[in-house]
């Protein structure tokens, strides 16, 4: 079974920062993809940051020159550096990956942490 465990979220004033990690474990593969999602009261899940295996980054326009997506392979651990937040960030953000068990190694699968709730207060 995989499992995506997120953590670093928390309440923190307008203009800080805030770290994210997410580490995948269990019987893994190979790891595609892995990204940051938020979703806003009311609203639908939105893509934040990805990073590619080769390491290409991919940024929604809203986290641009202020958030950075990083991978760590050996440890499959993605994080998201937050920095200069703004009270529009408030969200629950979800980590996300896309990857082969070692089970089922021809085979695509998706997974989503749990989620953490990151808010920001003006």
């Known amino acids: 079974q995989v499992q995506l465990v997120e953590s670093g979220g928390g309440l923190v004033q307008a203009g800080g920062s805030l770290r994210l990690s997410c580490t995948a474990s269990?019987?893994?593969?190979?790891?595609?993809?892995m990204a940051w999602y938020c979703q806003a009261p009311g609203k639908r899940r939105e893509l934040v940051a990805q990073?590619?295996?080769?390491?290409?980054?991919n940024y929604a326009d809203s986290a641009k020159c202020r958030f950075t997506i990083s991978r760590d392979y050996a440890k499959n651990t993605v994080t998201l550096q937050m920095d200069s937040l703004k009270p529009e960030d408030t969200a629950v953000y979800f980590c996300?990956?896309?990857?082969?068990?070692?089970?089922?190694?021809?085979?695509?699968?998706?997974?989503w942490g749990q989620g953490t709730q990151v808010t920001v207060s003006s």
């Open positions: 990073i590619t295996t080769g390491g290409s980054t």
């Open positions: 269990g019987s893994i593969g190979r790891i595609n993809p």
């Open positions: 996300h990956a896309i990857l082969r068990t070692m089970n089922f190694p021809s085979r695509l699968n998706v997974y």
